[in-house]
């Protein structure tokens, strides 16, 4: 599994690597830029809003809606991902930090309109999935909206068809989201999920206490 040094060590050639996986229609990074394409146009359909990216890497995704007039909040556990996007986007409040435990303090008093994150909750197991998604609906607006879009499936079937054709790049360390086998943890969350690729899908989520 990797650690922030791994990530500081990647994050200079992240970039290229992915594309090179998407253009490949490879696992992991097969639909990459379709699931990012998709976010970027659903968050849009607002014409300004507050986004706090999770995982955000190099800034990718998180750049165009900065150049759009989004308010950017990011964490990434890797310091060397956040000096790069720090260099997209001057303005945005980036926080190297290690989401998996919770967010830090500084995000405590702030509401968001979207809430996103990008191959990056597949280092949490289903329970802390669940746990982490529950705490971040209390960091919404009363229409705010997460969205994931990740290495995703909508059944164990789908995930197995997929580890079979990806063979030894398979990466038995990560706990990718099967929607089948995660839609009924949730109480008072509503859910629902698109599938992008045969190795990709997004999770839409709502907290239900809160939509008008």
């Not at 802390?128 to 960091?139: A, H, P, Q, R, S």
Request: with cysteine.
């Amino acid at each position: 599994m990797f650690d922030n040094k791994d990530f500081d060590l990647w994050a200079d050639g992240y970039d290229k690597s992915v594309n090179l996986s998407d253009d490949n229609n490879e696992y992991p990074f097969a639909g990459y830029k379709d699931i990012l394409n998709i976010i970027y146009n659903k968050i849009r359909e607002k014409d300004k809003g507050t986004i706090l990216d999770i995982g955000i890497g190099t800034g990718t995704l998180a750049n165009k809606l900065y150049r759009d007039g989004y308010s950017i909040y990011g964490i990434d556990f890797s310091e060397r991902m956040i000096e790069i996007a720090k260099e997209k986007m001057p303005y945005a409040q980036l926080y190297q930090y290690d989401f998996s435990k919770e967010l830090p303090s500084e995000l405590d008093n702030i509401k968001f309109d979207y809430i996103i994150s990008t191959y990056a909750l597949h280092h949490l197991n289903d329970k802390e999935k669940v746990e982490f998604i529950n705490n971040l609906t209390g960091y919404l607006n009363d229409d705010g909206e997460i969205i994931i879009g990740d290495i995703a499936f909508e059944t164990r079937e789908k995930l197995e068809e997929c580890r079979l054709k990806a063979g030894e790049l398979w990466d038995d360390e990560e706990y990718y989201i099967v929607y089948d086998e995660i839609k009924d943890k949730f109480q008072t969350v509503n859910i629902s999920f698109i599938p992008i690729h045969h190795c990709a899908g997004i999770l839409y989520l709502q907290d239900n206490r809160r939509l008008r």
